[in-house]
């Protein structure tokens, strides 16, 4: 990244990331879809706003092409998202995001747009509640945790659906993770739509991306990872399977070169720092 760089900051969060391709000169447009996340980097990097190196827009990253071409922007150098949540909307109890405290079941990236958790948890049926968590959780006791969550109806808080969770569970029962986790994933996911965003965003990234420019992805769990690892992959091939003959296919030119052949993860002394970070899963391709 250099001073003649534009970049895309698809998950704004707490404007880390943003402030690093700042101080290398690079202008930025910056999205989030949390709103708190937006006045907390406008506040931070306000210096960068009113010199017009930084544009912040309050978005979902799917809409990206669509924001890029409001702002004039045709071609990129660098699209990073990082995604999941960010440690402020963790540490906010009214988010719902935790488990570990108590707070409104909400879990919406964006308060003012959709559904919430507590919707899903008490309006869905026990059926419909087992498969999500199965899917997106990938937990194999799903069925047992729908049938506690619809029995302990009406779920208003966090700490209500933990307590229904870890009683499907049997108790914790010294548990390296909480037993409520994959379910408070799954969740997020789906109240947040955020497996259908990714694989919206990637061909949106390509399309905005010039040749040399690269895209970068960080992913916590399993579910994204896959997605991209997978989109990369084909994207990075020389040979296209054709859907008609399982066996068959063509050749073709790649439109990326993977920059990363496995994911980067973080040092023994980066998670030191930053716990969070021992689960992140870094990918990155540059456009040919």
């Known amino acids: 990244v250099t001073a003649q760089s534009t970049v895309i900051d698809g998950t704004l969060g707490g404007g880390g990331h943003t402030r690093i391709f700042l101080e290398q000169g690079a202008r ?22 009113a010199s017009g190196q930084l544009t912040i827009v309050q978005s979902h990253f799917e809409n990206v092409t669509e924001v890029a071409a409001s702002l004039d922007i045709r071609e ?49 049926t026990e059926t419909e509640i087992a498969d999500l968590i199965y899917r997106y959780g990938e ?10 969550i619809v029995r302990s109806r009406p779920i208003e808080s966090t700490t209500q659906l933990a307590q229904a969770v870890e009683r499907a569970m049997g108790g914790r029962r010294g548990a390296r993770i909480h037993p409520a986790t994959q379910t408070f994933q799954a969740l997020r996911i789906a109240v947040n739509r955020e497996l259908a965003q990714l694989e919206s965003l ?87």
């Open 76 to 124: 990129i150098d660098v699209l990073l998202v990082d995604l999941g949540t960010s440690s402020f909307q963790l540490e906010t109890p009214e988010r719902g995001f935790s488990f570990q405290q108590e707070g409104a079941l909400d879990m919406r990236f964006d308060p003012t747009q959709g559904g919430s958790a507590a919707d899903i948890v008490n309006q869905w």
């Open 139 to 148: 937990d194999r006791r799903s069925r047992a945790i729908a049938r506690a």
């Open 202 to 288: 990637l061909p949106q990234a390509l399309a905005l991306l010039k040749p040399g420019g690269r895209l970068g992805v960080i992913a916590f769990h399993s579910l994204e990872d896959r997605i991209v690892k997978q989109w990369m992959a084909q994207e990075a091939s020389v040979f296209a399977p054709d859907p008609h003959h399982p066996f068959g296919g063509v050749e073709r030119a790649p439109t990326i070169q993977l920059v990363t052949r496995k994911p980067v993860v973080a040092s023994d002394a980066e998670i030191n720092i930053n716990p969070r970070s021992r689960s992140a899963r870094l990918r990155v391709a540059e456009k040919v």
């Open 28 to 49: 930025v447009l910056g999205l989030d879809a949390d709103p708190a996340a937006i006045r907390r980097v406008t506040d931070a990097l306000g210096g960068y706003v």
